[in-house]
């Protein structure tokens, strides 16, 4: 069982709609990341959030943490495109050096 | 500039061989980071530096070993390597390890390394 569940694992949705990714756990997060990554290449930081209950937009990308620290949700406003890759949410464990335990990522097809 | 750069971008080796892997990252930071990612699945930590030192090494054969010269340097060391490492290798940095709000990791783009 991974610490960090992440759903759904894959997503295949036409141009134009809106999505919601998961990342759940039973433990306390002191921060958590989501990445994009594409193939080949290596994850690059879309956002960090700390704070329980913060909610951080970054144009059509909307980010929640949950208000125990436990939870995170990305949610993507009519997809395009241009969002197709492998996304990673990654928590950091306080008790653990704030090392990053990673979600098994949500791979997103967006059609056109 | 937040930008951790990492040579070569693809490697190819027997397993005979003896290569070194590169990062470099000029962003200030602290600690650095050898992640190991097999296709379709999220990175492993493999090893992390903190000021200069090895703090973590997840168990890591040692055919796989890490030097850091200086803070903004990062190697990785490889020897006698099985087919079973080909896989995509990740460096990334972060202020430090201890801070959540500085613990944000950027990565390299990869070295893709495939062991015949």
């Known amino acids: 069982t991974q610490l960090l569940e992440q759903s759904p694992q894959f997503l295949s949705i036409q141009e134009g709609e809106n999505l919601t990714v998961y990342c759940n756990s039973s433990?306390?997060?002191?921060?958590l990341q989501w990445y994009r990554q594409e193939p080949g290449e290596g994850p690059v930081l879309l956002v960090t959030v700390v704070t329980g209950g913060e909610v951080k937009k970054l144009k059509r990308l909307t980010f929640q943490f949950g208000d125990a620290r436990k939870d995170s949700s990305l949610h993507i406003t009519a997809a395009q495109p241009g969002d197709t890759g492998l996304y990673l949410c990654a928590g950091a464990l306080h008790n653990a050096g704030n090392m990053l335990t990673f979600g098994g990522g949500t791979r997103l097809m967006v059609k056109p | 500039d937040t930008e951790v750069t990492q040579t070569p971008k693809h490697l190819v080796m027997g397993m005979t061989n003896k290569k070194s892997l590169k990062c470099e990252q000029h962003?200030?930071?602290?600690?650095m980071y050898w992640y190991k990612q097999k296709a379709k699945k999220p990175p492993e930590l493999m090893f992390v530096y903190s000021y200069e030192k090895l703090s973590i090494n997840e168990s890591v054969p040692s055919r796989f070993s890490p030097e850091c010269p200086n803070s903004s340097l990062l190697n990785l060391h490889l020897h006698a390597l099985q087919p079973e490492d080909s896989a995509l290798y990740l460096c990334a940095s972060s202020q430090d390890t201890w801070s959540p709000t500085y613990n944000e990791q950027f990565f390299g783009p990869g070295t893709r390394l495939t062991v015949l």
């Open positions: 962003m200030g930071h602290r600690a």
């Open positions: 433990s306390v997060f002191s921060s």
